[in-house]
Antibody, heavy 120, light 111 residues
């Protein structure tokens, strides 16, 4: 199992960014996927979850309305579109696979993360 | 402020046992058997250590165990080893309104 995030970088407040996560080593289309972020020196914060066929999508209250999660099962890829970025969105963004039993049970594989820095 | 409350630090000597608590509410920890624990070494991605309160994924040493009572979950590390020194985070399912919540993390020091 391998998860590789990309798309992070330095952006100005108010700008947008699209993160990607390329998955391999497992049948991507059968797993719920998630984004989790970690601000520098801080704890983990769940961002969003999307079910295997995109039927169920959930967002953290703090980001709702500014982020959109999506996936392309044909490409084994997960995406996070982030708009109206703020300084407090500065963090490492991790892509994480949900435990097979249920998306509620935890995240069993994580990527190495991609750093998003929001600064003028 | 994190949704789940963890002590900021814990410590123990090699060979000892240490327990880390994770306190939530009846809307998360107390309401579901979906508590997970993650280990994170500096500069690394988190690693799942316990899922569904007490299930250990393949490859995780049996020195790690999880439990829950009411609104508080616990991770116990027995026979502490130097490599167990890391940050530990709990998480819980919190219903469809706020799907997953994390604790603030506990820094475990092996003395």
């Amino acid at each position: 199992v391998q998860l590789v995030e990309s798309g992070g970088g330095l952006v100005k407040p108010g700008e947008s960014l699209r993160l990607s996560c390329a998955a391999s080593g497992f049948t991507f289309s059968t797993y719920s996927m998630n984004w989790v972020r970690q601000a520098p020196g801080k704890g983990l914060e769940w961002v969003s979850s999307i079910s295997s066929s995109s039927d169920y999508i959930y967002y953290a209250h703090s980001l709702k309305g500014r982020v959109t999660v999506s996936r392309d099962n044909a490409r084994s890829s997960l995406y996070l579109q982030m708009n109206s970025l703020r300084a407090e969105d500065t963090a490492v963004y991790y892509c994480a696979r949900a435990v097979p039993a249920t998306a509620k049970a935890g995240f069993d594989y994580w990527g190495q993360g991609t750093l998003v820095t929001v600064s003028s | 402020q994190s949704a789940l409350t963890q002590p900021p630090s814990a410590s123990g000597s090699p060979g000892q046992s240490v327990a880390i608590s994770c306190t939530g509410t009846s809307s998360d920890v107390g309401g579901y058997n979906y508590v997970s624990w993650y280990q994170q070494h500096p500069g690394k991605a988190p690693k799942l250590m316990i899922s569904e309160v007490s299930k250990r994924p393949s490859g995780v040493p049996d020195r790690f165990s999880g439990s829950k009572s009411g609104n508080t979950a616990s991770l116990t590390v027995s026979g502490l080893q130097a490599e167990d020194e890391a940050d530990y985070y709990c998480s819980s399912h919190a219903g469809d309104n706020n799907f997953v919540v994390f604790g603030g993390g506990t820094k475990l020091t092996v003395l």
